[in-house]
């Protein structure tokens, strides 16, 4: 089992910067991709970005490239994604996700309970 527990979430205003963290426990982490995802309301969950946390691969979707970078800090076991630029429509409730590389099937089975970003406009 893997444990994440999602924080940095706020309230701000278009053009700001908001930085959201994961920790991580219950596993060694080095088979897995760590991810963030996003829902808002009335829309299904999106990919944000992810990373390869053995080989520090990063993926971005297009809606963010540019403004937001994940990040990972090994002694922490915490997973960080950087938001800068940040617009009305970012506004969302965040997920953390982590699936096993190994077993392939890019399934994300563990998740954390979600932090809620507002962007007033």
């Known amino acids: 089992q893997v444990q994440l527990v999602e924080s940095g979430g706020g309230l701000v205003q278009a053009g700001d910067s908001l930085r959201l963290s994961c920790v991580a426990s219950?596993?060694?982490?080095?088979?897995?991709?760590m991810a963030w995802f996003r829902q808002a309301p009335g829309k299904e969950r999106e990919f944000v970005a992810a990373?390869?946390?053995?080989?520090?691969?990063?993926l971005y979707a297009d809606s963010v490239k540019g403004r937001f970078a994940i990040s990972k800090d090994n002694a922490e076991n915490t997973v960080y994604l950087q938001m800068n630029s940040l617009k009305p429509e970012d506004t969302a409730v965040y997920f953390c996700?982590?699936?096993?590389?190994?077993?392939?099937?890019?399934?994300?089975?563990?998740w954390g309970q979600g932090t809620q970003v507002t962007v007033s406009s």
């Open positions: 990373i390869n946390w053995g080989n520090g691969r990063t």
């Open positions: 219950g596993r060694t982490l080095s088979n897995y991709r």
């Open positions: 996700a982590a699936t096993n590389l190994l077993i392939g099937t890019s399934v994300y089975d563990y």
